[in-house]
C-alpha cells in the first residue's frame, strides 16, 4: 500500500508563509477561494493573491476577516504563535470526545509526516520526533545508527502522531504500539525508497531504515 499524500493540491502557488497558512486553514475546511472570499467579505482575486504574492502585508481588518471565516485567529494565521507549544487555549464549551475506529486512525496516520516515536532505554522512555510514511501497512523512518531513533531496533516501541487545533480547541491524535526492526531486505529497502513521503527533516547520511509493526492502533478525536 503506497502513502497516501499529505494535502490536496493547492489553488495558485502559495509562495508566502501568510499566503501557505491561509491556503492550508481553508483546505482543512475544506473550503475553495471563492467560499473564503465570500466569508470574509472580499473579492476571490484579493484571495487569490494573498496566498500568492509572497511579501503581501494585508491591514488588520482584512486579517480579522479572515481570521473569522478560516474559523482561527490573526495571531495563528500570521505565524505569531510558531514558537509555542499548541493547545494553551482553554477547553471548548461544549466538547465532544470520541474514540476513533481502526480505519479512521490509519486514514490519519497515512496523510501525515510527522509523529512522536517513544523509546524504551536505559534511564527511561526518550520520545523524539521523526518523519515517517505509511507504506504495506506498516511505519517506516530513516535514521542514522548513531542517532536517538535508531535505538528503537529490537524494541516495543509507542509512535503517536496528532493534529491541534489551538483556534477552536479541538484536534485528534493516534497511537501505535509494537516491536521495532531494520529494514535489510533489497526489495524492501528499494520499495521504502520509493514510496517514501519525505527526506528527514535534519537531513545529512540517514540510510538507516526501521520499521514498526502495529500490534495496536488505537485513536481518539475531540471536537466542539
Not at 41 to 68: D, F, H, I, N
Not at 86 to 109: I, M, N, V, Y
Amino acid at each position: 500500500m503506497a502513502a497516501r499524500p499529505s494535502s490536496h493540491p493547492a489553488t495558485g502557488h502559495p509562495v508566502g508563509d501568510l499566503g501557505r497558512r491561509i491556503t492550508q486553514r481553508r483546505q482543512e475546511l475544506g473550503l475553495s477561494q471563492a467560499e473564503t472570499a465570500d466569508r470574509a467579505g472580499m473579492s476571490s482575486s484579493y484571495l487569490q493573491y494573498l496566498e500568492e504574492q509572497p511579501t503581501v502585508a494585508p491591514g488588520p481588518a482584512s486579517l480579522l476577516r479572515l481570521a473569522g471565516a478560516l474559523q482561527t485567529t490573526v495571531r495563528e494565521l500570521t505565524g505569531g504563535d510558531i514558537d509555542l507549544p499548541p493547545g494553551l487555549g482553554r477547553a471548548g464549551r461544549h466538547p465532544k470526545f470520541t474514540e476513533l475506529p481502526s480505519e479512521a486512525c490509519w486514514d490519519l496516520l497515512s496523510t501525515h509526516g510527522v509523529g512522536r516515536l517513544a523509546i524504551p532505554v536505559g534511564t527511561g522512555p526518550v520520545v523524539v520526533p521523526v518523519n515517517y510514511s505509511v507504506i504495506e501497512g506498516v511505519i517506516v523512518y530513516r535514521t542514522s545508527p548513531q542517532a536517538v531513533p535508531a535505538q528503537a531496533v529490537g524494541c516495543q516501541v509507542a509512535f503517536e502522531v496528532d493534529h491541534i487545533d489551538a483556534a477552536l480547541s479541538q484536534g485528534w491524535s493516534v497511537l501505535v504500539t509494537g516491536p521495532a526492526g531494520t529494514v535489510t531486505d533489497p526489495d524492501c529497502v528499494r520499495l521504502v525508497r520509493q514510496q517514501a513521503y519525505s527526506e528527514p527533516w535534519p537531513g545529512g547520511q540517514r540510510d538507516m531504515w526501521i520499521r514498526i509493526n502495529p500490534l495496536s492502533v488505537t485513536g481518539r478525536r475531540i471536537t466542539v
